[in-house]
């Protein structure tokens, strides 16, 4: 096997040992793509300062995200049907983050349970909600967070329609997922993926269909979702969702200065500043170009966090210098588990922090609190 040294490489085992229609699921965008591009393209249009002679010895990458002490700035984003890339993806997710030292966030649209994850950590996981109509479904999700002693609720804010994704049409994803005989083949192309959720019984959404009513079988993503989340989620809505839950909050979705006021008035503890990873909005500025001004408006009241496209260390470092406190990483953890299963996710908390760690050095910074946008280098041309 070729050595693994970077994001990409997990990405190519990840396609080599995922059935397609998975595969697919994780790596698309909306409509053309356009802003799941972006959010890439935009980290390698921003340069660094390559500065000599610093001490650069005793460094180190700990810090905080929402309080919590975190090993490094990345969180693994909350992703709907990460147990399809491997069987109880949630789980060894959960458990790699835990082992690492960085906030673990388990999504509504998991196949394993909240309960299931809580049987296999000690750390407190984050919860991501998303709003339904059923708000006494919504009601019981936040008391079964708080009861597995989930420590934050990350709401997420961008996602009342679904942006349609045309691979998941083309591949007839369904909620939940059905085989389709095309399904079968490509499932019998990887051997390994099959042996190991033959082995699970996480192979559903359990933890929706268990509690949400009306859910009609074998629709496709979208009808599915456009029958079950609430499209008349509004900012009056939170007030209700922070009184339900009582605990730290974290608004996830604001790309817009405006929206990140208002998430700050609600008196959120952090806002994640976020384009759904491309997935939502196609057109939408990237999450990095948009990360700076929101910082400035709202930075000084409220803890910004950002995510989309981030692959490397290095663009964890950009966009801790202009100004996030935390990022998450979506499509490298799930390459990873797709590619490794638990030992995957680790690698790619591994690399990533490698990278970040040498990439801190060589701009002359040994700790994060000293990291800014003096590390940025101005454009020579
Ligand atoms: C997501 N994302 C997401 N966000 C969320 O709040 N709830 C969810 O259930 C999901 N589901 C989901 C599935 C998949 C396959 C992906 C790739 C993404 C968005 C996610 O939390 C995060 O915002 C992006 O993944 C960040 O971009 P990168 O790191 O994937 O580029």
Redesign the pocket.
Known sequence: MKPILEIADLKDLARRRVPKLFFD????GSYTEGT?RA??SDFARIKLRQRVLVDMSDRTLETTMIGEKVRMPVAL??????GMQHADGEMLAAKAAEEFGVPF?L????ICSIEDVASVTKRPFWF?L?VMRDREFVKNLIERARAAGCSAL?L?A??QLLGQRHKDIRNNLSAPPKLTPKHLCQMAMRPRWCWNMLKTDRRTFRNIQGHAKNVSDLASLGAWTAEQFDPKLSWKDVEWIKKQWGGKLII??TLDVEDAKMAARTGADAI?V??????QLDGAHS?IAMLPRIVDAVGHRIEVHM?????SGQDVLKAIALGAKGT?????F?YGLGAMGEQGVTKALEIIRKEMDVTMALCGKRQLADVDKSIIAENPF
């Open positions: 699921y994780a790596d698309s799941y959010n890439e984003a909350p992703t709907g049907l990460t966030t999504s509504t649209m998991s991501q998303y990350v997420t961008d996602l996830k979705g994640v976020s384009n759904h990873g491309g997935r999450s995510d989309g496209g981030i692959r998450y990483i979506g499509r490298p799930l």
